[in-house]
Structures are given as C-alpha cells and as structure tokens.
C-alpha cells in the first residue's frame, strides 16, 4: 500500500517515500512531509548544486552546506541557484 503525505514542496496529497532517504534529525522531517516527486526534484537541483559549485562530498564543509540548501530546499526559501547556470535545453 502506497503512503500519502501532504507534499511540502508539490503542495498537494502525493505518493510518500518508502524509507528514510536521510540520516539524523531532517531525515523524519523529509520522510513524513516530502512525496517521491519532491524528493526527486532535490536529486536534481543536489547535482546541480555539486557540480557547479565543484564539491567535495568528502569535505565536512561541503555536506554542512548540502544539508543547509536540502532543508532551504524544502522547508525554507528554497535552494540557491548557482551563479552562472543555465539550464540545458
């Protein structure tokens, strides 16, 4: 059976993750209020955000700031859109 959850980033009833997808305190928060489609959405802007700004994912520093941007992302302002990027069509 599929869980429905309230979508923070959609705004709408949506199919719900199947697990935690996120480890410590943001990764419930995620699950209970983040559909597979949301989640899906932060994949893609999570690449954008490594690649334009070259991080290290080895570096403590670059995932404080991934982390930061995951939850501006879904319960804040929003993620920053590296400066200089232009989506490819």
Sequence with gaps: MTRIVHCVKLGSEAPGLERLTYPGELGPRIFESVSVEGWQQW???????????RLNMAEAKSRKFLEQQMEAFF??????????FTPRT
């Design 43 to 53: 994949v893609q802007q999570q690449t954008i955000l490594i690649n334009e700004n």
């Design 75 to 84: 319960f804040g302002e929003g993620s920053e859109i590296p400066e200089g």
